[in-house]
């Protein structure tokens, strides 16, 4: 247990601290009406511009010629209609929140989840309500193209001027934490100076009884004992208080909960106990008695299941026809330098714990592992073809394994499998290992696209791995796979 270090004064806390606090959210409150007004705008204009393309130029030649006639006074209600649908959208997936409004990231992921809902929205709407005049297909698929364009394209400026410290501190919320844990000085340590963090921490009060469980930070400045909390909360020090530390009691938590409510400050808790796949801890109620488990991952959703399946039955379809040549002629230089199978066949564990062969060319000696020793391949291994050096620095061994994804057994993405062998080791010196069989090993992954493959630190491996579980989508699988092709780690 760590003691309580001599905390700041009560004085010291002065009176701006309330000022800031309430102009923080009145900047926020205004930023999101600008921002919402010049979306707005910027979808209006991408579906005037839409059609301006359609019927101003020689598109207007295209489809049925009656479109020809329309004018754009014609269309007005079409775009009025298709404005209010895509904003609609934009709102539902929380455009506005500060998460989403401090990260770029996010706003494309926002923008492009929208799109894809409203074009279907949009063309059903107009043929189920007839619209009169009825509405151009090719409009609906230029609008769709505009609005992808143009409402990124402005958002990308007010993102270059939300980031800049003095916005971007205005949007954050100041937060004071009570307790201290190691997960959370973690999570302090990784996102602390992100420009899309959501607070700001400005001090740690102490828990009850004045000793923490876990060493506080030097630089992290304790601003009181527990006592004092009311005093600083009625001073509105904060705007958020964080519970960091599982050694609370119950009643402590109560407390600290009343005291939020009575100063309309947020309580937030960090549920320590819960240190694998955080994203997904859901709320629900069972015979009135409010539960929270894990559940609800992205990749728990059925459509996601299939929309996932799909883009790796294509992938690995395409990937398989493409990469035809370049398996005969690498496979060709292995049976040169080494006689025997050019492919290599390997135990691995997949989804649910599922093993299966997974298919590589071969890149090393045939007794390579004639020790029956399992390990990883270490940097200048002498077991290593040399043409299997250049194989692994391109990372071309691995693509006979769009053949594991065509059949089911792999993705185009997703956390390496390892071998049943080393998991046995893994699963029982490192925590939340087997999380990642939640779902379907990949080729490539977000851990391997930051570095971490081969001999690596696998706790940093399995972090990255929950990560991409916790967040998956579409836009994330395509930023690995681009990645992948621009970052190569040297593995032999």
Not at 103 to 112: C, E, H, Q
Not at 187 to 203: C, K, L, P
Request: charged share 20%; with cysteine; net charge positive.
């Amino acid at each position: 247990m760590f003691s309580l270090p001599r905390p700041k004064s009560d004085a010291t806390i002065s009176l701006p601290l309330k000022q800031t606090a309430s102009s923080s959210k009145t900047y926020y409150q205004r930023l999101v009406t600008i921002a919402f007004l010049l979306d707005t705008v910027a979808v209006v204009g991408a579906l005037i511009f839409a059609y301006w393309i359609r019927f101003g130029t020689s598109l207007v030649e295209l489809g049925v010629q009656d479109f020809a006639v329309r004018t754009l006074r014609d269309y007005s209600g079409h775009i009025i209609i298709g404005t209010s649908l895509m904003v609609l959208f934009l709102a539902n997936f929380h455009f506005y929140s500060r998460k989403n409004l401090l990260s770029y990231t996010n706003t494309l992921r926002v923008v492009l989840k929208s799109s894809v809902l409203w074009i279907f929205s949009y063309v059903t709407l107009a043929l189920v309500l007839k619209f009169d005049p009825p509405i151009s297909r090719i409009f609906c698929g230029i609008g769709l193209g505009s609005i992808l364009l143009i409402l990124p394209a402005w958002r990308a400026v007010m993102w270059r001027y939300i980031k800049t410290d003095r916005v971007s501190g205005s949007l954050r919320q100041r937060a004071m934490v009570v307790g201290w844990s190691s997960e959370f000085a973690k999570a302090i340590e990784t996102f602390g100076n992100a420009s899309e963090r959501h607070f700001d921490i400005v001090g740690v009060i102490a828990p009850p009884g004045g000793k923490f469980t876990e060493e506080v930070p030097d630089t992290m400045p304790v601003m009181g004992a527990y006592e004092s909390l009311g005093l600083l909360l009625q001073m509105k020090a904060a705007q958020v208080v964080i519970v960091a530390d599982d050694a609370l009691k119950n009643g402590n938590l109560m407390h600290i909960a009343s005291l939020c409510e009575k100063e309309m400050v947020e309580f937030k808790l960090v549920p320590t106990c819960f240190q694998v796949l955080l994203t997904g801890l859901h709320l629900e109620s069972v015979g009135g008695i409010p539960v929270l488990g894990i559940s609800k991952l992205p990749l728990h959703n059925t459509v996601n299941q299939y929309l996932k399946r799909g883009l790796d039955v294509l992938g690995a379809v395409v990937g398989l026809i493409l990469s035809a040549p370049i398996i005969a002629f690498f496979g060709a230089m292995i049976y040169t330098e080494s006689k025997g199978s050019i492919f290599y066949r390997q135990r691995r564990l997949g989804a649910d714990g599922k093993i299966f062969e997974m298919v590589k060319l071969r890149s090393m000696k045939l007794d390579a592992e004639g020790d029956n020793k399992v390990g990883w391949t270490v940097k200048d291994d002498p077991r290593c073809l040399r043409i299997g050096k250049l194989m692994r620095r391109l990372n071309i061994d691995e693509i006979p394994q769009f053949w594991n994804v065509f059949k089911g057994d792999m993705s185009l993405v997703g956390p390496r499998p390892e071998r049943p062998e080393l998991i046995e080791v893994f699963k029982e010196e490192i925590p939340h290992y087997n999380a990642r069989h939640n779902i379907k090993p990949g080729i490539t992954g977000w851990a391997q696209v930051n570095g971490l493959r081969g001999d690596t630190d696998l706790s940093e491996r399995i972090r990255f791995d929950l990560h991409y579980i916790e967040n998956w989508n579409v836009i994330f699988d395509f930023q690995i796979m681009f990645l992948t092709f621009l970052k190569r780690e040297n593995a032999c």
